[in-house]
C-alpha cells in the first residue's frame, strides 16, 4: 500500500473514507483482539489450508509451474485453482495484465488503477494472479476480509478492483504477519502471506 | 503477542565488535555487497519472554534483566556459556556455507541460501550484543572469540586450535544435498536450542529467542523443502540420498548433548534453559533426563517430517526413512553400541562393521556419483518471487 499519496485521492468513492480507515487501523492494532487468533494460527491454517474445497496439493503445485516468463497457460492454471470461469475477456487484455504483472513491485498497488474495466472487474481474479507471480501479494477472498474484520481491520467490500481497498487488505495482513509471536510460523512449503491469509479466512468463517 | 524493539544506538564495546565483525567477513571471504540493503537489526520481543522465571529453583522471581541481578557468578558463567555456543553455531554455519552460492542450482536457491546467511549473521550479531552489553569485559571477550574460531581452522593462518565449539560446525557443506540436509537437520536442532532458551530466567536471553525463531523457520523451510524438491525430481537415486539422511540425523542428535547431562540439569535448575516444550508441558520436568527428552521431541519431528518429504517420491521408489537413534552415535549412551540404521544390533567384526558403515554412509565413490548428478536437473526448479 502506497498511502504517500493520499491527498491525491480525495474525490470519489469514498477513498478518503479508506486511506483514513488505512491509517486507523494501522496505528490503532488492538493487540487483545490478535491475542486469541494467534494462539490458533497453525490449527486455522490447517483448517482452510488443507480443507477439500482448497485443492493445498494444487496450489502448491501451482507455486512451482507459475514463473517467467509468464503465460497465457499459467494464468489458465490460476484461474482453474481459483475457481472462476475462463475469461471472457479479449487477448489484449491478458497482454495488459501480463504487463501489469511483470511490473508491479510489492507492496504497490497503485498500479492496479492502470487496468482497463475488463481486468478490473474482478478483485479476486486478479489478486489470484498477483498471489502466485509475487507469493507476497494476498489473494482477495470474503472469508478472509472477515477474519481481519474479527481482528479490528475493516476492509470494505469489493467485487473490482480498487487499489485502496486491496493495499488496505494485504497491509492490514502485513501487519498481522509482523506481530505475530514465532509460534504461527509454521514450516510449510506455502509464502507467510498464504499461511495467514488461509488462517484469517477460516477465522473469519467462525461464527 | 510479537512486539519487537529494535535497538537504534550502540554501545562503543558493541560497535567496537562490529568493526572486528567486519574484520571477519572479510577473512572468510564473504562479500558484505552480497547483503543488499539486508540490515543486522538487534532485535527484542520483551513481551514474549515473560516477567516471572518459569522453572528451576528461582521460579516464581522476577527475571534477571541486568548481570548484577542474577544471584550467583555460576549462573552468570552458565549463561555466558550458552549464549557464546548458540553465538559460535550462527557464524560457523556461514563459514561453512557461503563457498556454495556459485553452485546453487537455481536462482531461488541462491537467494535462499544468502538470506539463511544474512539471518544467521544478524542472530550471531544478536548474541555478540547481548554479551558485550550485559556481561562486561568477560562478554566483550567472548564475544570477539566468536569472530576468532573458525570452521575451516586453517593451520597455515595459526587456527588448528580454534575450532567451533560444536563438532557438526567444523564438518565441511561440500555440495548443495549437503546444504538441504543441514538446513533441516542441523537448523533443526538450532531451533529446538533457540526454544528451549526463548523461556530462559535471563530476559535479555529470552527476549533474543522470538525473532530468531521467527527466521529460523524459513531456515528450516528451506531444508526441508528442497529435500522434498529433490525427491520430486526423482534424479538422485533415493538410495543415495538416504546415506545422506544416515549422515546427518546422528549428527543432529548428537547435537543434543550427552544423556543425564549434570550442565542441562543446572542450565534447569538456574532456570536459564527450559524444555523445548516448557510452556506447554504441564508435568514436572525429568531433571535428569532433559537432553535425553528433547533428543525424543527432535527425533519425532523428523520422523513426522520425513512422511511429508516421502509424498513426493515416485512411483516405484522405496521410502526415505530417518535411521534408528542409535545408529553411528558420537554421544551418548550409544556411543559404543553397533546397530544398523534400523536399529538392530550389527553382528560382525571391526572390518565388517567399517563395510557397514562405507556402505551406509557417503564414500568418495558417492560423492563422485553425486557430482555427475548434479550436471542434470536434480531438483525441481522454482522461481524466486520478491
Redesign the interface.
Known amino acids: 500500500m502506497n498511502t504517500s499519496k493520499k491527498s491525491g485521492f480525495n474525490t470519489e468513492s469514498g477513498r478518503t473514507e479508506v486511506v483514513d480507515m488505512q491509517a486507523f487501523a494501522l496505528l490503532n492494532v488492538n493487540?487483545e483482539k490478535?491475542?486469541p487468533f494467534?494462539e490458533r494460527v497453525p490449527e486455522l491454517f490447517a483448517a482452510h489450508h488443507h480443507h477439500s474445497s482448497q485443492n493445498d496439493a494444487g496450489y502448491e503445485e501451482l507455486?512451482?509451474r507459475?514463473?517467467?516468463p509468464y503465460s497465457e497457460n499459467m494464468l489458465d492454471m490460476i484461474d482453474e485453482w481459483m475457481g472462476h470461469e475462463p475469461r471472457s475477456w479479449r487477448k489484449e487484455v491478458d497482454r495488459e495484465v501480463m504487463l501489469m504483472l511483470y511490473a508491479i513491485?510489492?507492496p504497490d498497488t497503485l498500479l492496479l488503477e492502470s487496468l482497463s474495466s475488463d481486468a478490473g472487474s474482478d478483485m479476486k481474479r486478479i489478486s489470484g494472479y498477483l498471489h502466485f507471480?509475487?507469493?507476497?501479494y494476498t489473494i482477495w477472498d470474503e472469508d478472509t476480509r472477515k477474519g481481519l474484520a474479527k481482528l479490528g481491520f475493516e476492509i470494505p467490500g469489493s467485487e473490482n478492483v480498487d487499489a485502496f481497498v486491496y493495499g488496505a487488505y494485504i497491509s492490514s495482513i502485513e501487519l498481522v504477519k509482523?506481530?505475530?509471536?514465532?509460534t504461527c510460523?509454521?514450516?510449510?512449503?506455502v509464502?507467510r502471506q498464504r499461511l495467514f491469509q488461509a488462517a484469517l479466512a477460516a477465522y473469519g468463517r467462525e461464527n | 503477542?510479537?512486539?519487537?524493539e529494535i535497538v537504534e544506538k550502540y554501545e562503543p564495546n558493541f560497535q567496537a565488535w562490529v568493526e572486528q565483525f567486519a574484520e571477519w567477513q572479510t577473512r572468510i571471504g564473504f562479500d558484505p555487497s552480497w547483503l543488499g540493503d539486508y540490515r543486522f537489526d538487534i532485535k527484542f520481543?520483551w513481551d514474549?519472554a515473560g516477567d516471572e522465571i518459569e522453572f528451576g529453583d528461582f521460579e516464581g522471581m522476577p527475571k534477571w534483566e541486568r548481570r548484577m541481578q542474577i544471584p550467583q557468578q555460576s549462573v552468570r558463567d552458565a549463561i555466558i556459556s550458552m549464549i557464546s555456543v548458540q553465538g559460535d553455531t550462527e557464524f560457523g554455519s556461514v563459514e561453512q556455507q557461503w563457498h556454495l552460492l556459485d553452485s546453487a542450482p537455481t536462482e531461488y536457491d541462491r537467494k535462499s541460501a544468502l538470506r539463511i546467511m544474512c539471518e544467521e549473521q544478524r542472530h550471531g550479531w544478536q548474541m555478540a550484543y547481548v554479551l558485550c552489553n550485559y556481561f562486561g569485559e568477560h562478554g566483550i571477550r567472548e564475544a570477539q572469540k566468536l569472530l576468532e574460531r573458525n570452521s575451516a581452522a586453517n593451520p597455515i593462518r595459526g587456527e588448528e586450535d580454534r575450532p567451533r565449539l560444536l563438532g557438526s560446525f567444523n564438518e565441511p557443506i561440500d555440495n548443495w544435498l549437503d546444504f538441504f540436509c543441514f538446513t533441516h537437520f542441523i537448523d533443526r536442532d538450532g531451533k529446538f536450542q533457540l526454544k528451549m532458551l526463548?523461556t530462559s530466567s535471563f530476559k535479555p536471553l529470552a527476549a533474543s529467542?522470538?525473532?530468531m525463531?521467527?527466521e529460523e523457520?524459513f531456515h528450516?523451510?528451506t531444508g526441508?523443502?528442497g529435500l522434498?524438491r529433490i525427491v520430486k525430481q526423482g534424479v538422485i537415486p533415493i538410495s543415495l540420498l538416504q546415506k545422506y539422511m544416515n549422515k546427518w540425523v546422528s549428527t543432529g542428535l548428537d547435537l543434543f548433548g550427552v544423556d543425564e547431562s549434570t550442565s542441562a540439569q543446572w542450565a534447569y535448575v538456574y532456570g536459564i534453559k527450559g524444555r523445548y516444550d516448557e510452556r506447554e508441558a504441564g508435568i514436572p520436568a525429568d531433571r535428569e533426563h532433559l537432553n535425553e527428552e528433547s533428543r525424543m521431541h527432535y527425533f519425532d519431528e523428523l520422523a513426522k517430517?520425513m512422511e511429508r518429504i516421502n509424498k513426493g517420491r515416485h512411483e516405484g521408489q522405496p521410502e526415505l526413512f530417518i535411521p534408528s537413534d542409535k545408529f553411528h552415535r558420537s554421544v551418548g549412551k550409544y556411543v559404543d553400541i553397533r546397530t544398523t540404521v534400523r536399529g538392530e544390533p550389527f553382528e560382525g567384526d571391526d572390518a565388517a562393521w567399517e563395510q557397514y558403515l562405507d556402505d551406509q554412509l557417503p564414500n568418495d565413490e558417492d560423492v563422485a556419483q553425486l557430482n555427475e548428478y548434479f550436471k542434470e536437473e536434480w531438483i525441481?526448479?522454482?522461481?524466486w518471487?520478491?
Do not use: C, I, W
Open positions: 493487540r490478535l491475542r494467534f507455486l512451482y507459475v514463473y517467467r513491485r510489492y507471480m509475487h507469493h507476497t509482523e506481530l505475530a509471536p514465532f510460523f509454521l514450516e510449510h512449503d509464502p | 503477542m510479537s512486539s519487537t520481543d514474549s526463548s529467542m522470538g525473532p525463531l521467527k523457520s528450516l523451510g526441508a523443502n522434498r517430517e525441481q526448479y522454482r522461481e518471487k520478491d
